[in-house]
């Protein structure tokens, strides 16, 4: 099996939701994209959780197939964050990050998990996200994800980090903060010059865009009618994107830009659970069966019954 491991934040977030509010959800980016690609091949989890973070979470991880050897339990609080949506889910506002014992975290990779081919850095400093690949040994495909929050503030040590990431997964408005343009065309342009060669941009509702050195490939979102939580569907993306390439890969396909073009639909129908319920619950029960019934809806949904090029259609 071609493990992958992944690092990030573990934590408890509050979260302001339409439907009313919900505080210390289980959350963090590394919980959210080790349950999604755990789906798809086994884990290495390596984060840092509080005093107050409990077994319960750690063993519905190893439950799912994720070791947690790499997660260590300082003395403190765990990271927390709290979040504001707007009424229509579409926009929300970061109300507090309190990094917690995230602020003197030095991350250890068990000697198991160095030679990972597959690496996904969640969303965390970028110091520390740098702190990891000097850990591992060579591996195959380095995926990494970043907000705004460390785009704005980690600045330095971002660019610094690009420099040895393959793939950037990121959202259309921190692509456009990044790449220091309106057009996200030309900010990825700009970002892929900072080092990824391919860069994933996440729009939401409205699909993914991968840019990589041979063009553009657009993949729509699953159009739900209940939506209650967007927490953490970013990170479901990219482990759900990653976790697939891992399984192909396992299973001796080619990790070529095919398999690219499929894992970005991969990470939208993983997505598109993680939104259904609070937190990362729809993630916790989601089958197999249920994954391969959507990925078929999602065939469906671009599925074009003729050509459209065909001359008879012009005038
Ligand atoms: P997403 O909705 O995919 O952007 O991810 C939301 C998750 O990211 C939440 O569960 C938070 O705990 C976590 N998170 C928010 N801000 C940060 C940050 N600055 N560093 C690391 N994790 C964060």
Not at 138 to 156: C, H, Q, S, Y
Not at 186 to 199: D, Q, Y
Not at 210 to 235: I, K, Q, R, S, W
Not at 240 to 257: I, P
Request: hydrophobic share 40%; charged share 25%.
């Amino acid at each position: 099996m071609s493990r992958l491991l992944i690092v990030g934040s573990v934590a408890f977030d509050d979260l302001e939701l339409p439907t009313g509010k919900h505080d210390n959800v289980w959350g963090g980016s590394a919980s959210y994209a080790s349950l999604a690609a755990s789906l798809f091949t086994p884990i290495d989890l390596v984060g840092v959780i509080g005093e107050d973070f409990p077994d319960k979470h750690l063993q519905t991880l190893r439950g799912h197939g994720i070791s947690t050897e790499g997660v260590e339990r300082a003395a403190g609080k765990s990271f927390r964050w709290a979040g504001r949506y707007d009424a229509t889910l579409s926009s929300r506002t970061t109300l507090d990050t309190q990094l917690n014992v995230f602020a003197d975290f030095k991350p250890k990779i068990p000697a198991s998990a160095r030679r990972a081919p597959f690496v996904l850095l969640g969303n965390i400093h970028p110091s520390l996200q740098l702190e990891v690949l000097e850990q591992v040994e060579k591996p195959r495909l380095v995926v990494a994800d970043t907000m705004n929050f460390w785009i704005t503030g980690e600045p330095t040590a971002l660019k610094k980090l690009l420099h040895h990431v393959d793939v950037l997964v990121i959202n259309d408005e921190e692509a456009r903060q990044l790449g220091e343009h309106h057009n996200v065309s030309r900010a990825a342009a700009a970002i892929r010059k900072m080092g990824p060669k391919h860069l994933v941009v996440k729009r939401g509702e409205y699909g993914a865009l991968l840019f990589d050195p041979e063009g553009t490939f657009f993949a729509p979102a699953y159009p739900l009618e209940d939506v209650l939580d967007p927490t953490g569907a970013g990170d479901t993306f990219a482990g759900g994107f990653l976790g697939y390439l891992a399984h192909v890969d396992a299973k001796g396909g080619s990790v070529d830009r095919a398999a690219f073009r499929r894992a970005i639909v991969a990470g939208s129908a993983m997505a598109s659970f993680c939104v259904e319920d609070v937190g990362p619950n729809r993630l916790l029960t989601l089958s197999g069966t249920q994954l391969r019934d959507r990925l078929g809806q999602f065939k469906q949904l671009v599925h074009v019954e003729h050509e459209l090029d065909a001359l008879s259609l012009l005038r």
